[in-house]
């Protein structure tokens, strides 16, 4: 039996929707099963069905969500929905020069699914994009050492 896992991707320019892709692949190909939720249009009732959820936002403006992440954001916020059935991970991406708001996108959905009773997996990833290093490679592998502590004990189920 495979893992189920959902990807919610929260982008402005498609580096979060790249880094999705290029993470879900890897993910089929170790066994898994992870299907991509772009964030647009959705709201709390995504995580209803309990679960493990991959978080991979970028970070825009003054360490805001993306806009296509807004109203999910503000469904939790507002619903407060309780989401102890719920364990995810965190891919934040953003730009080291921007100090004070180096990856606040992914990490205000850190905070907020905390606070609302998930259970986070592992550290967040949190990418620079000024390192040099390909958001979605760097992804992709930590992805793979997500997963296999992760899921691995859904995997052999």
Same mark, same amino acid.
């Given at each position: 039996?495979?893992?189920p896992l959902t990807i919610l991707v929260g982008t402005m320019t498609g580096t979060a929707e790249l880094v999705a %892709? !290029? #993470?879900e692949t890897t993910l089929a190909d170790a066994g898994y099963a992870p299907s991509i939720v772009m964030m647009d249009g959705t709201d709390a009732s995504v995580f209803a069905p309990g679960g493990?959820?991959?978080v991979i936002s970028s970070t825009y403006g003054n360490g805001d969500v993306p806009d296509n992440a807004q109203a999910l954001f503000a469904s939790l916020e507002s619903e407060r929905p309780d989401l102890s059935n719920v364990t995810y991970g965190v891919v934040a991406l953003g730009d080291i020069t921007y100090k004070a708001t180096?990856? %606040? $996108? $992914?990490? %205000?959905?850190d905070r907020l699914l905390t606070e609302l009773g998930a259970q986070r997996a592992g550290d967040a990833l949190?990418? &620079? /994009? =000024? =390192? $040099? +290093? +390909? /958001? !979605? &490679? #760097?992804a992709c !592998?930590? *992805?793979?050492?997500?997963? !296999?502590? %992760?899921? *691995?004990p859904a995997k052999a189920a």
């Open positions: 039996m495979t893992a %892709q !290029e #993470v493990v959820f991959l180096f990856c %606040q $996108g $992914g990490l %205000q959905f949190l990418h &620079d /994009a =000024s =390192s $040099g +290093l +390909l /958001a !979605e &490679d #760097v !592998e930590w *992805a793979q050492e997500w997963a !296999e502590k %992760q899921l *691995a």
